[in-house]
């Protein structure tokens, strides 16, 4: 009897957004998409083509989220110690030139390079992500680095009724919606309660766990504070800028290059900021 009523609800199971086997959903990116972990080295035309070829593109990012969870996801598969970055989807655009674009046409609306990058020359047009920090930098587009493809999700309305098998699920490292960084061995999760629909935004700020208690910047959870990403001219030694924000999106910033995503300020605690970001210990 048992056996019938599951067989029978199953014909009404929808199918969802999924990504074929081998392939990661997004957690951030809208609309959604499946990203390919390419192992195989490959310079950047080549592994653009290959991303063509699965009905994708290099990937692009439009916000610190995602860019965070792409890396933190190369992390589990780009184990090769050899490996210190991977290709996205940005390409110097020669035709205006100073312009950065992405691939896929995407607006280039955020963008999370490292200290000193692009780098303005010539022979550096291509962009790939650091795998410590998720920053990115300009690179020979002739090195063979892995890459990671972004592919649209199929929307799929068919009924299944195939899978009667129950699949044994690998046990959850991190509660739902968390993200696990291996780097770390921790669960993170971004709570954002301000959502802006501009390309760029003063308010795009998080807290962190960070504070400055009797003099010295301090973490929360009692970790050594021995690594820090302060934007230039931060800290400042007023008094009242004692608790720690950092940018998680793009800033209005007219000149922009000093003013980017990760990076810190330290912040009067009294400011109503309406995302921070937590941490917490894995679950399994
Ligand atoms: C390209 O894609 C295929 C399958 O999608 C994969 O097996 C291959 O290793 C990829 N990489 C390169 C560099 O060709
Ligand atoms: C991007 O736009 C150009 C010019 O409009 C077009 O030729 C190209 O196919 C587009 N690429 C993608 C990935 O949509
Ligand atoms: C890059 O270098 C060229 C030539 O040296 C210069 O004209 C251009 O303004 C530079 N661009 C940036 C973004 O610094
Ligand atoms: C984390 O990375 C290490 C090696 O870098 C690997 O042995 C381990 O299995 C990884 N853990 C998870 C949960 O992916």
């Given at each position: 009897m048992l056996c019938f009523i599951i067989l029978f609800t199953n014909l009404f199971v929808y199918t969802y957004a999924t990504c074929p086997s081998g392939q990661i959903p997004s957690k951030f990116a809208d609309p959604p998409v499946c990203y390919s972990f390419e192992k195989a080295k490959a310079n950047w035309f080549a592994?653009?083509?290959n991303c063509t070829e699965k009905g994708g593109n290099l990937v692009s990012f439009h916000s610190m989220f995602e860019n965070m969870f792409v890396n933190g996801e190369a992390g589990n598969f780009f184990t090769d110690s050899s490996t210190s970055d991977f290709w996205i989807g940005g390409i110097y655009n020669t035709i205006s030139p100073g312009?950065?674009?992405w691939i896929d046409n995407s607006t280039f609306d955020f963008f999370d390079w490292d200290k000193g990058q692009p780098q303005n020359t010539t022979d550096s047009v291509c962009a790939s992500a650091i795998m410590n920090g998720a920053k990115w930098q300009s690179e020979d587009c002739f090195i063979d680095?892995?890459?990671?493809c972004e592919i649209k999700q199929l929307l799929s309305t068919s009924p299944t009724t195939t899978t009667t098998t129950t699949t044994t699920k690998?046990?959850?490292i991190c509660p739902d919606s968390w993200i696990y960084y291996n780097s770390s061995?921790?669960?993170?999760k971004a709570f954002q309660m301000y959502k802006t629909c501009n390309a760029c935004d003063w308010s795009v700020q998080a807290w962190i766990g960070l504070s400055r208690i009797a003099g010295n910047f301090q973490w929360t959870d009692g970790t050594?504070?021995?690594?820090?990403?302060w934007?230039?001219?931060r800290p400042v030694s007023d008094s009242r800028y004692q608790c720690v924000e950092s940018w998680i999106g793009q800033t209005c910033d007219g000149d922009g290059w000093d003013l980017g995503p990760t990076e810190w300020a330290n912040q009067n605690c009294d400011v109503k900021i309406l995302n921070f970001i937590c941490k917490k210990g894995r679950i399994s």
């Open positions: 592994a653009m083509e312009k950065w674009s680095k892995p890459f990671v690998k046990p959850n061995n921790f669960c993170y050594p504070f021995d690594y820090s990403s934007v230039h001219g």
